[in-house]
């Protein structure tokens, strides 16, 4: 099952962001957003994710179906990194620990607990939280933030492997992840049309 968007129209801070976004990603296929800062990159996702609603428009594939990583590296400080993703494993009733410890070069770091990891490794186990979903489509917000050249790498390769076992990949980065065959959608043609008294440039700088 693939994803279809259409006619999407979602806001932020209950101003009208963008309107009209329509695509399509089916199994095997990565869509890069592309748009200045500000445009609703993430605004889109998050409406995508089930995390607000849409003003107008369909989703035809449910979140239940997707597993979300955004600014947050969603790891409980406290526990190690076993235990963080042993945590997600069980809420979403999937296995492959040991796995996304390795995919994510976190094994020499099994045993440490989450805070005192740098942020470059918090960026890394947040990510393998995504090995651990079992979820087919990922939507990613800047998700190579913090990491080094050669963690951009390992990350991309992990998300490689997750298009050619027939996962799908939403995501917004300014990085070149490396992925040839990864569609690009730019935002700027549908951002929604403010009202003529509008909200000034004030408003704008916090969209």
Not at 36 to 56: D, F, I, S, V, Y
Not at 66 to 79: E, P, R, S, V
Request: charged content about 20%; proline content about 5%; glycine content about 12%.
């Amino acid at each position: 099952m693939g994803l279809r968007v259409t006619d999407l129209a979602c806001a932020r801070g209950g101003l009208p962001l963008l309107e009209g976004v329509s695509f399509a990603l089916d199994p095997g296929q990565a869509l890069v957003l592309r748009g200045p800062n500000g445009c609703g990159k993430t605004t889109l996702l998050r409406t995508l994710a089930g995390l607000q609603p849409a003003l107008t428009g369909e989703i035809d594939l449910p979140p239940e179906a997707m597993a979300y990583a955004g600014h947050a590296d969603g790891i409980k400080a406290t526990l190690t990194v076993t235990e963080n993703l042993a945590f997600w494993a069980a809420i979403y009733g999937t296995s492959g620990v040991a796995a996304a410890l390795e995919r994510l070069n976190l094994r020499a770091l099994a045993d440490r607990a989450a805070q005192n990891l740098s942020a470059g490794q918090k960026r890394r186990l947040g990510l393998a939280r995504l090995l651990v979903t079992g979820r087919p489509l990922w939507v990613l917000d800047e998700p190579t933030v913090s990491l080094d050249t050669a963690s951009v790498a390992l990350f991309a390769d992990v998300v490689r492997a997750h298009l050619e076992g027939g996962g799908m990949a939403l995501m917004a980065t300014h990085i070149d992840l490396g992925l040839p065959e990864a569609q690009i959608l730019d935002l700027a043609p549908y951002k929604a049309r403010l009202p003529e008294h509008g909200t000034g440039a004030f408003d704008e700088a916090f969209l």
